[in-house]
């Protein structure tokens, strides 16, 4: 199992909706995956304030004040900490490496859960309406969400093992199945000089991705490499700042659905999430093929 859900919206109007719909598309598909939950939201000003980068980190064994003052001290600059849960966004006005290098050196034992401009990555384990509800994730703004509901089947139920995957500047993979062979390809990055926080199979297809990314290739072809070296089970939804795309493995035997309007993109597990945005009912709607990339730019 495992539920995912991201809406990519092209009709500014909707912005001021994306939370509302977000939250209703990830709580229906929390039977898919009862362990954790995850979103990743795009554009949001209370979370990733504009003009700002943002980090998300787990498991900073700080709380948010104390957080805030050492990366500031890191930084030499100010630094803002919101806090619930598991999650703590930290931003500031800083270039990425900087603010990253801040965070690292302030929280040692932290995982980064997500970092960019305009990002913010929420995690915690158990019901996704818990995590909804503790960040008053319906008022969220943005033009772009992407979510998940957990069903472990690789590595552990805590928060590192959680949905989404944000490894990059800006990036975000969810995942539903299993990549057979991620040990193999795991090897491979490390001899390349990658780096992971957890024992997650989603974490190596997400970091072959950035890889293939800062390698300098476009997203559609960084899929088909995932195609050709991971073996498994996957539907994959992965977004980027700028764009939103949806594979499947050969054999799809993992669901999908996809919905298109003039106003936004729509990709679900299973269609009864997508049932209660706005046009559904004039959408075209269809079941994505093996193999192929499918992907959206803003
Ligand atoms: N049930 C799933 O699809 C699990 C996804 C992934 N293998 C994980 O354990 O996180």
């Not at 909706?17 to 009862?34: F, I, K, P, Y």
């Not at 859960?113 to 995590?131: C, T, Y």
């Not at 949806?246 to 799809?252: E, F, P, Q, S």
Request: charge should be negative; charged fraction near 20%.
């Amino acid at each position: 199992m495992c539920g995912i859900v991201g809406l990519h919206l092209r009709n500014p109007e909707l912005q001021p909706r994306l939370g509302e719909l977000l939250t209703t598309m990830l709580c229906e598909m929390q039977d898919r995956g009862a362990d954790s939950a995850g979103v990743a939201v795009y554009g949001d000003p209370r979370m990733s304030p504009p003009g700002r980068t943002t980090v998300s980190l787990l498991e900073t064994g700080t709380d948010a004040a104390t957080l805030g003052d050492a990366v500031a001290a890191a930084l030499g600059g100010p630094a803002d900490v919101l806090a619930v849960g598991e999650t703590l966004l930290v931003s500031a006005e800083a270039d990425e490496d900087a603010l990253l290098t801040a965070c690292r050196a302030a929280a040692p034992d932290a995982l980064v859960a997500g970092f960019g401009a305009d990002l913010a990555v929420l995690k915690g384990v158990g019901h996704p309406r818990a995590l909804a509800d503790g960040w008053d994730l319906a008022k969220a703004q943005g033009w772009q969400g992407v979510g998940h509901t957990r069903m472990a089947t690789e590595s552990a139920v805590d928060a590192s093992g959680a949905h989404p995957y944000a490894v990059g500047p800006g990036q975000c993979m969810v995942h539903n199945g299993s990549f057979s062979n991620h040990a193999t390809v795991r090897r491979e990055l490390v001899r390349n000089g990658v780096r992971f926080d957890s024992q997650n199979d989603t974490e190596v297809g997400a970091r072959f991705v950035a890889h293939q990314l800062a390698e300098g290739r476009d997203v559609e072809t960084a899929l088909k490499e995932l195609c050709t070296t991971l073996d498994g089970f996957y539907t994959l939804l992965v977004s980027n700042r700028d764009s939103f795309a949806v594979l499947r493995d050969a054999i799809a035997c993992k669901p999908a659905v996809i919905a298109e309007t003039d106003d936004w993109v729509a990709m679900a597990s299973e269609y009864r999430a997508l049932a209660d945005l706005p046009g559904v009912e004039n959408a075209r709607i269809w079941e994505p093929e093996p193999e192929v990339v499918y992907a959206w730019t803003r």
